[in-house]
């Protein structure tokens, strides 16, 4: 059973910076995508970044320029380099990896930046 652990959150101010990662507890293989979403009380869970099979990335307009998404398969875990944080970045930030048979989600970090 593959099990996705995210850690690196944490309380940050404004214009600070937090990595995320977010460890894989087995191989897995067939990737599709690799994601970081974020979930803001109140909020539906929205995609933050995502980083395809073919070394693509993708970014919400609102973290572009700012967020950057990264792989290191001999560790197997995904990053998210998080730069000049705001206070609407706060949220819970989970892990997502769609391969072609599963969908694996982290149990999910908490951000928080205050105003």
């Known amino acids: 059973q593959v099990r996705l652990v995210e850690s690196g959150g944490g309380l940050v101010q404004a214009g600070g910076s937090l990595r995320l990662s977010c460890a894989a507890s087995?191989?897995?293989?067939?990737?599709?995508?690799m994601d970081w979403y974020r979930q803001a009380p109140g909020k539906q869970r929205e995609l933050v970044a995502r980083?395809?099979?073919?070394?693509?990335?993708n970014y919400a307009d609102s973290v572009k320029g700012r967020f950057t998404i990264s792989r290191d398969n001999a560790k197997n875990t995904v990053y998210l380099q998080m730069n000049s944080l705001k206070p609407e970045d706060t949220a819970v930030y989970y892990c997502n990896i769609l391969t072609s048979s599963n969908d694996y989600w982290g149990q999910g970090t908490q951000v928080t930046v205050p105003s």
């Open positions: 087995g191989r897995i293989s067939s990737i599709n995508t």
């Open positions: 980083l395809t099979s073919g070394s693509n990335t």
